[in-house]
């Protein structure tokens, strides 16, 4: 059967007695119908059929002809939701403009359907329109993602007088997450003129409405602010706010936000930003407090990770001892606390005898757990005096431990500049792209490859093909700096 006759079909299957009839040809018309049949498909957009009216409008978007304006409008107040998100999709497709159009997916901003929503605001966006600005504003508390992302995005960009005057409007007084990320968009200079609101949002029921406001709290910069949050923070019961508070009042609350610190420490979400705070604090008191998540009850693996890497930070006395049993946690997360509280221990003046337990430890770690090797290399930089024996694990069969030694690498010493050329054409893709990035060092270092390493400029071009994007990165990174010696890489 030829296009016309298939065509032909379509239009008498239009008056079909059956609706599903009726909706295969109106889509039937869609795929091989030309602008002469738009009329057609307008006759079946008002349909007593929902099925058939959201065929219609697909179609008549898919045809891209003119004519259908007035008709696809219509259908974009149609009581089923399937005409309305066709129609409004077909809108879209044909670009329509103009002040109907404009309004129309204003009004589509308060449908129930969420893909209407998206519709609506996708179209608003291309035509760098607001709509009904009121509903826009109100969309940035829309429980989909994909609304409220595109509602602050296009909220952002036509960001005017009167859409700004409305944003301050919900900023102060609009319904949950709608007044949650209103408050977000505004700037700094714009705290000040919501002050009251402020001060009364911090008892609002939404908690993620008292999150918002500390941040806004904390742009208003006054005196009083310190105290109101402390207040806040003893009353909170939400995690997520009683986080944000934490963060904003650090050191700043004393003894007050040691004690509510403290109250929070056993919280999943909320312990390890506890375990800053008292770090930050950095008391003979708050030190016992992290001390007590590792050696007093069990703790979530984050918050353990956390106090780990605190105490090896604030280079407590007791630190080497509470940390060297962490390596051997079943958690992954603890050990790598552990590991970077080890690395952060090692910038403090240690006794070398406990420089020499730490170094050990790591380098054990380094042979046995190649879950965490990154962390492992990364804390044995604070340890040179292993680098002798780490160059002997060169030859290791394990590829990331290979990996990890070539990271520590001196890029000063010609020695281990030469281990670099060698280590270019291992098989392993972390160890060619690790040598790279050595001999970029080297390179920047020096201006020029190890001596003797005339011959890697054959190998390192044709790293720049290599299969790995990190290896022909890492490869062309040392080419521009010996072409251009001393530039930045």
């Known amino acids: 059967m030829g296009a016309d006759h298939q065509i032909a079909f379509f239009l008498g299957e239009l008056a079909a007695p059956e609706p599903w009839r009726r909706a295969a040809a109106a889509k039937g018309l869609g795929r091989i119908g030309r602008p002469e049949h738009v009329p057609a498909l307008v006759r079946a957009g008002h349909d007593t ?16 002809a ?53 519709n609506a605001l996708t179209a608003l966006t291309r035509l760098k329109a607001t709509g009904d600005r009121t509903a826009l504003v109100l969309l940035l508390g829309d429980p989909d993602w994909r609304v409220w992302g595109h509602a602050r995005g296009l909220v952002a960009t036509q960001m005017d007088d009167e859409l700004r005057a409305e944003v301050l409007h919900t900023a102060r007084r609009g319904p949950g997450a709608a007044r949650a990320r209103a408050l ?52 909170e019961r939400h995690p997520d706010v009683a986080r944000r508070l934490l963060r904003a009042l650090g050191r700043r609350g004393g003894r ?42 069990p703790c979530h693996p984050a918050i ?54 730490a170094a050990e430890a790591l380098m054990h770690c380094l042979v046995t757990d ?62 060619r792209y690790q040598a790279a990035i050595g001999l970029g060092r080297y390179a920047q270092e020096h201006g020029a490859l190890p001596p003797g390493g005339e011959a890697a400029i054959g190998v390192l071009t044709a790293l720049t093909s290599d299969a790995s994007g990190g290896v022909r990165w890492a490869a062309a990174r040392v080419l521009r700096a010996l072409e251009n010696p001393g530039a930045a890489p």
């Open 370 to 431: 190649p879950q965490v090797l990154w962390h492992t290399g990364s804390a044995l930089r604070s340890y040179p005096e292993i680098l002798p024996r780490a160059r002997d694990l060169l030859d290791h069969a394990v590829p990331g431990v290979r990996a990890t030694v070539l990271s520590l690498l001196d890029d000063t010493d010609e020695a281990d500049g030469r281990l670099f050329l060698t280590y270019l054409s291992d098989p392993d893709d972390d160890v």
């Open 49 to 64: 059929e929902p099925v058939v009216r959201a065929a219609a409008a697909h179609s008549l978007g898919r045809l891209g």
């Open 184 to 235: 977000e968009m505004l700037s700094a200079r714009d705290a000040h003129l919501l002050r009251d609101s402020l001060h009364e949002g911090l008892n609002n029921p939404a908690p993620e409405v008292r999150e918002a406001v500390v941040g806004k709290l904390l742009d208003l910069k006054e005196r009083v602010t310190a105290g109101l949050l402390m207040t806040a923070l003893q009353e």
């Open 66 to 118: 003119p004519g259908a304006d007035e008709t696809l409008i219509a259908l974009m107040r149609d009581v089923d939701a399937r005409v309305r998100r066709r129609a409004s999709v077909a809108a879209r497709l044909l670009e329509l403009t103009g002040p109907a159009v404009i309004d129309a997916f204003g009004r589509l901003l308060r449908d129930p359907d969420r893909h209407v929503r998206v």
């Open 304 to 357: 353990q990770a956390a106090a780990a890497t605190a105490l090896g930070e604030l280079g407590d006395r007791k630190a080497l001892d509470l940390l060297l049993p962490l390596l051997n946690d079943e958690d992954r997360q603890v050990r790598a606390g552990a590991l970077t509280g080890l690395g952060r221990l090692g910038h403090h003046r240690l006794p070398p005898h406990q420089r020499h337990r």
């Open 256 to 297: 007050r936000v040691l004690a509510a610190a403290v109250s929070w420490l056993d919280h999943p979400d909320v312990g390890p930003v506890a375990v800053d705070v008292l770090a930050d604090i950095g008391t003979p008191t708050a030190v016992l407090q992290i001390r007590s998540v590792l050696t007093q009850w």
